[in-house]
């Protein structure tokens, strides 16, 4: 934690302190970056009460030359959160709950990182299994943001679109640390702060000008696959994957409920564990 997380931890902790003297919350938590720890000289301090009754409207503070943004919200809302970490119930012909749990990621990462205060300490409002619901629904999310970028990508490649394409490379780097990141169990912050949520979050940059072997974008179909087994493992053997044709370039793996598919565009072809560890071989023959 640097000098500048340690000023906001320590506004954080007063603030807090005062709105549970006050009776105006009966919870006070800490969110976002700066409950992870970090914070840079600029960042704001995020805090959210629970209320009980009609919600304040709260403004902003500025304490110590420091802006302290403050939300109430109501515990119902905050255990209707917590009820979507607790499954993963999306099927591929029904995916009216993954759209409404995408929509709420930003509420999500904000439960996920929430620290919750008391007797002079911060401690996680989640358990370990809500943790590893908030995983499991971060990884589809960027997986599905991934499958998106590719679609756009493969289609700017194949018209020899080259500089717009080389814009939604950039986007899909950006997106593959942050799948990496979640599948590490990460919560998924703002992307200036990949670096620190992972070792070794970036890659060497993705290369779409050799269209004609289409081997630039295997990094991503590995990315994509391997942080999908590792929240859902897959221990089959493995077995021959069905044929897709050439090229190959823009299919990627996703996981729901009902089992694996490969997806291009508006494609998914069903298919099984071992069929997965199949293909994933085939685009990792070159070893990486």
């Known amino acids: 934690m640097n000098s500048s997380a340690r000023l906001r931890q320590e506004i954080a902790d007063r603030v807090a302190q005062a709105l549970l003297a006050s009776g105006e919350a009966r919870e006070v938590w800490l969110e976002g970056a ?4 970090f914070a840079h000289a600029a960042s704001d301090i995020d805090l959210r009460g629970i209320v009980d009754g009609a919600l304040p409207v709260w403004e902003s503070r500025i304490v110590e030359g420091v802006r302290v943004d403050l939300q109430a ?3 119902q809302r905050a255990e209707e959160l917590r009820h979507l970490l607790r499954s993963f119930d999306v099927r591929r012909d029904d995916l009216g709950l993954f759209r409404r749990v995408r929509a709420s990621m930003h509420d999500l990462m904000c439960l996920r990182t929430a620290l919750s205060y008391g007797s002079g300490r911060w401690r996680p409002v989640l358990t370990y ?4 619901g908030y995983r499991r629904w971060a990884v589809a999310d960027q997986a599905e943001v ?5 679609e756009d990508l493969t289609g700017l490649v194949e018209d020899g679109l080259a500089e717009s394409a080389d814009v939604v490379c950039r986007k899909l780097e950006t997106c593959l640390a942050a799948l990496g990141c979640a599948a590490a169990g990460h919560p998924v912050l703002g992307d200036k702060w990949l670096p620190l949520l992972a070792s070794a979050p970036f890659h060497p940059p993705l290369d779409s000008a050799r269209p004609e072997t289409w081997e630039w974008f295997r990094p991503v179909q590995r990315r994509v696959t391997r942080a999908l087994l590792d929240c859902w493992p897959v221990d089959d053997p493995v077995h021959k994957p069905p044929s897709l044709g050439a090229p190959d370039a823009g299919w990627l793996p996703q996981r729901y409920a009902d089992g694996w598919f490969l997806r291009r565009s508006d494609i998914h072809i069903p298919i099984t ?3 997965l560890l199949g293909w994933l071989s085939t685009v990792s023959t070159d070893g990486a």
Do not use: V
């Open 129 to 132: 299994e809500e943790h590893q």
């Open 146 to 150: 991934a499958a998106s970028l590719a």
């Open 273 to 275: 564990g071992g069929q």
């Open 73 to 75: 919200t109501a515990p």
């Open 34 to 37: 700066l409950a992870c720890g």
